[in-house]
């Protein structure tokens, strides 16, 4: 009974067990192994393994040789059916792993073969399954590592157990390892304490956060803190503890920037808005009260009979329209302004003169009598390659706002030179500005101060002007105390203080000396112009009609009319074709000492003056020469018993 049981065990092995003679014939063949290849044991039973065409012609070169063979075939049935079991059912594609032994008698001899073999078809599949998968991971890792990449994104993973985090990195590389206190380190000082708190927060669930938070950590590359926003995923074990957290990191720094700069955008437009708004409306009461003024005192005008009162009327007519005249050309200075266009012409300004034409015309305009107004000018001689209009525009724009915002008390105007530089001021006791307010001085359109006159334009302009000439522009100021307004101009210089000897000795006539009863004697004088420029010539020939002249159009013609006619002065242009102004002073002198020697040039710096006197000139006039200036100075000569 127990035999037979025994001999029935192969029955019931999952494993498909064949039997072949010496031959190679099949002899047996077990339950598993017909139905693995689907076949009836008749219809195999004779069937020669060394037929099969499913195994190699090596492995069976080797059995021959009495040698055991193992395999992994991929079962072609259809082949099998063509050549080998014709009846096999089988159509589906079947792998099996077969050993084929050499089975022997005691004495070692070959009895026939085993072959015993297992279906590994549904093994496979899970295999084939698993390195789809696997194969599907790394795709996606890769494409994950690309869309981090182009979206400048990193991505982090905590690991709660190990306290470390891991950073990940294409599939081919090893993701970086980090602690979690070097992470820390990493972290800007102020954002430290937060983040340790959210890990901590998300670990333990004691608070469900936000899936975000942004935090400054510093840059490899810059090596400075940028701006990150991290969000973030739990993970949990099957017990729901949290094992981990995955971090995706993105600079937002340039985000910021951009998101502060909208702010900042939106608010100056909205600024622009309502400083536009506040500009038409100052502009219409700015327009409407002078032209009220210029129409109302019109009419008066036609209708008055009074000649006091008509004179009155005009003096405001006049005061009005240059009111308007002024803010007409303050509108104009800003559109060039606006499109960059603000025209600069530097030339040598005598700025002794200058100042006090500007504070002569300041005082007569002064009509507030608690004003006083002074020049601090402690210069004999200041000579500075500036633009004329422009400088008189800021000038002008300071003084009117001091004696604007001066109630009482005084303005003070001067300048101060230094190699190179030179420093306009104008101080007033005025009533200041506020602290808070100050930023707002240059800004356009901005009046402090609703209700004085004025449409807040000047001194933006006057700032426009200085960066225009590379100039700087300032002010100090104290509430209720008064302002000190500067402008300072980069430019060539050339100044002699009071104190010092002036290198040229311009005569000054007697306090006394009245210049029209003298101008009357300086008469039917016999003069050589030395000039090559017809208009100069032409010039100077209509100032001076009233006297002889001679002209040379070149130096040496100079020194031949100079030798060959007497004068009673030679006015020498310095610039002058063939011969120069200063030699032909230089060879006049040698002849003839006493003739005074006018030098004219456009060229007013100190150098240029110091070489006509050196050369022999007496003194020194610059262009353009005006009438009543050439007067006053032949007048001078005369009264000093020079002519
Ligand atoms: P405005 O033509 O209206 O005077 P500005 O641009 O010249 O315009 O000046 C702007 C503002 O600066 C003025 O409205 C005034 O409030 C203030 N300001 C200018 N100069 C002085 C000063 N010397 N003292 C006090 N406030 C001044």
Redesign the pocket.
Known sequence: MQNELFSRIPEYLPLGLIIYNTQGRVRYANNAALKMFGVEINDILDLNIFDDPNITDHDKALLKQGIDVSFETDYDFDRCRAEFAKTSTIVERKYFVTKVTIMRDETGEAKGYLLNCEDVTAKKAQQQEVIQSYKKIKATQRELALALEAGNLSSWDYHVKGNVFYKFSAPAEQDEKWSFDTICERIHPHDRARFVKLVDDVVHKIALPKNNIELEVINDQTNSYRHYNFVYSIREDDQGEVVGITFIQRDITEDIKYRQNLIKAKNRAEEADKLKSRFLATMSHEIRTPLNAIVGFSQLLAESAEIDEKNEYKQLIETNSEILLKLIGDILDLSKIEAGSIDINRQPLDLTQLCQELFLSFKQRLNNPKITLRLEDPYAQCTATLDRHRFTQIFT?FVS??I???PSGEIVMGYECAPGRVRFYVK?T????ADEKKYR?FSRF????DF?Q???????ICKAIADATGGKIGFE?QAGKG?E?WYVGYTEIDYVEKTQTPAIDIPTPAATTDTAILAADVRNLNILVAEDNDSNFLLLKSILKENHLTRALTGAEAVEKGKTQSFDVIFMDLKMPIMDGLTATTLIRKFDLTTPIIALTANAFHKDKAAALAAGCNYFMTKPIKKHELHEFLSKLWIMDQL
């Open positions: 724009n706002n001091a604007k915002y001066t007033d005025g009533i200041g500005i001085i901005e009046k402090l101060d004085a004025g449409t807040g334009l000047g001194l933006s100021s302002s307004f």
